[in-house]
């Protein structure tokens, strides 16, 4: 079946520092990708929708400068936590459709900010 | 504007007993409904969808669901549980096979020897 890859899966490092999560996908053409933030014990929050070629669409509350996300092509999207703090810190999801199949997810990337 | 309730946080079961997760949901236009299971500090992988066309649903690892749209609910089922089949299970609902989805808040199935 279909395959995204998401990577890191675990991340640390100090307060004030990016983090870049890379999201692929390996065996079709992802035209929008997904990014979800779970607390824990929570459910998937949307932070925003991405299509290829296209700015982001962010969700209601989920500061665009703060969360970068860049889907240059077909197979890749990026998020960019910037100037990362302790809040910041989340298990972080994205998820590939395309050509009309359903949402195909990611192994999450757990960040941990000191 | 849509939504899902799961209805129950925790469901704890023994071993080969039978489960029902349930789920309802609430959307002004015809939806598309889904079922996920979460393991550990995974992502989701998909269990059921249902898109239209019959109303019970079979999806993998024996589990299935019922779509009943009076009552607006899509409860998951599973004559037999295994321990292997503790984990976190998502109801979702998407105005079509490929959009944004809005998830329920999880319930957490333990199976107990």
């Known amino acids: 079946g279909a395959v995204v890859s998401q990577h890191p899966s675990w991340v640390i490092c100090k307060s004030g520092t990016s983090v870049k999560i890379e999201c692929r996908s390996l065996?079709?053409?992802?035209?929008?990708m997904f990014w979800y933030r779970q607390f824990p014990k929570q459910s998937l929050m949307l932070m925003a929708t991405?299509?290829?070629?296209?700015?982001?669409?962010?969700e209601q509350g989920v500061e665009k400068d703060k969360f970068l996300i860049n889907h240059a092509s077909l197979t890749l999207s990026t998020l960019t936590v910037t100037s990362a703090h302790p809040e910041d810190s989340s298990f972080y999801i994205c998820?590939?459709?395309?050509?009309?199949?359903?949402?195909?997810f990611g192994d999450g990337t757990r960040l941990s900010i000191l | 504007a849509q939504s899902v309730t799961q209805l129950d946080s925790q469901v704890p079961v023994f071993e080969e007993a039978p489960v029902e997760l349930r789920c309802n949901y609430s959307?002004?236009?015809?939806?598309?409904l889904f079922w996920y299971v979460q393991y550990p500090n995974q992502g989701l992988q998909l269990l059921l969808k249902?898109?239209?066309?019959?109303?019970l649903v079979k999806g993998i690892n024996g589990f299935e669901a019922e779509f009943n749209k009076s009552q607006t609910s899509f409860h998951l089922r599973k004559p037999s549980v295994h321990i292997s089949d503790t984990a976190e299970y998502f109801c979702?609902?998407?105005?079509?096979?490929?959009?944004?989805?809005?998830f329920g808040d999880g319930t957490t199935l333990t199976v107990k020897p």
């Open positions: 998820s590939a459709t395309g050509n009309n199949q359903p949402q195909h």
């Open positions: 065996d079709f053409q992802a035209t929008t």
């Open positions: 991405s299509n290829e070629g296209s700015k982001a669409t962010y």
């Open positions: 959307s002004s236009v015809s939806v598309y």
């Open positions: 249902y898109l239209s066309g019959s109303t």
């Open positions: 979702a609902v998407s105005e079509n096979n490929a959009g944004k989805s809005t």
